[in-house]
T-cell receptor
Framework: DADVTQTPRNRITKTGKRIMLECSQT?????MYWYRQDPGLGLRLIYY???????NKGEISDGYSVSRQAQAKFSLSLESAIPNQTALYFC?????????????FGPGTRLLVL | AQSVAQPEDQVNVAEGNPLTVKCTYS??????LFWYVQYPNRGLQFLLK??????LVKGSYGFEAEFNKSQTSFHLKKPSALVSDSALYFC????????????FGSGTRLQVQP
């Protein structure tokens, strides 16, 4: 888990505020992902990046944006937070193995939007 | 579109008994199948994956899973459950075509009673 770090680990914010969640990895992987976890819904993909210049929307990208600053860093932003974005957010990485690469997850960021 | 179904929200088993956590999937193309485990307040940890070859896959902590193409299933099994196996288990699928990103099931909580 220490190979993929997320900051902050917990965050409370108010509706309408802009916030950024950060992810860093030391695994040297090209691919990085952002997921959110909600009870009973599993993990849903928000955005993913196959390299610094290749960023793709996932199944629930509305209300979110991302930035891939370097191979090792992938940030998720909520431009104007709303209460239904309250969730547990995970960053993950994988090597380039088509769809067969194992994903390695960070410890998560617990976000509460009031 | 690809999807994963985990039909049981919770599985209860006595320590020492065999356990099975069920997973069925739907993809276009050849599937890549994964099992991850989440302990409380932790990120997801990789258990095992099926890419190709032998239908019985062995993974971490004594877990194994059997790929059944005709039934589109990938059930997770362990011959003898431990109390420490109690956690949330996720099945996930990707494919050798298309987006090649993981789609997760909703998760199954495994409770092992002493």
């Amino acid at each position: 888990d220490a190979d993929v770090t997320q900051t902050p680990r917990n965050r409370i914010t108010k509706t309408g505020k802009r916030i950024m969640l950060e992810c860093s990895q030391t695994k040297g992987h090209d691919r990085m992902y952002w997921y959110r976890q909600d009870p009973g819904l599993g993990l849903r993909l928000i955005y993913y990046s196959f390299d610094v210049k290749d960023i793709n929307k996932g199944e629930i990208s509305d209300g979110y944006s991302v930035s891939r600053q370097a191979q090792a860093k992938f940030s998720l932003s909520l431009e104007s937070a709303i209460p239904n974005q309250t969730a547990l957010y995970f960053c993950a990485t994988s090597d380039f193995s088509g769809g067969a690469g194992t994903q390695y997850f960070g410890p998560g960021t617990r976000l509460l939007v009031l | 579109a690809q999807s994963v179904a985990q039909p049981e929200d919770q599985v209860n088993v006595a320590e020492g008994n065999p356990l099975t956590v069920k997973c069925t999937y739907s993809v276009s193309g050849n599937p890549y199948l994964f099992w991850y485990v989440q302990y409380p307040n932790r990120g997801l940890q990789f258990l095992l994956k099926y890419i190709t070859g032998d239908n019985l896959v062995k993974g971490s902590y004594g877990f194994e899973a059997e790929f059944n193409k005709s039934q589109t299933s990938f059930h997770l099994k362990k011959p003898s459950a431990l109390v420490s196996d109690s956690a949330l288990y996720f099945c996930a699928v990707s494919a050798d075509t298309g987006r090649r990103a993981l789609t997760f099931g909703s998760g199954t909580r495994l409770q092992v009673q002493p």
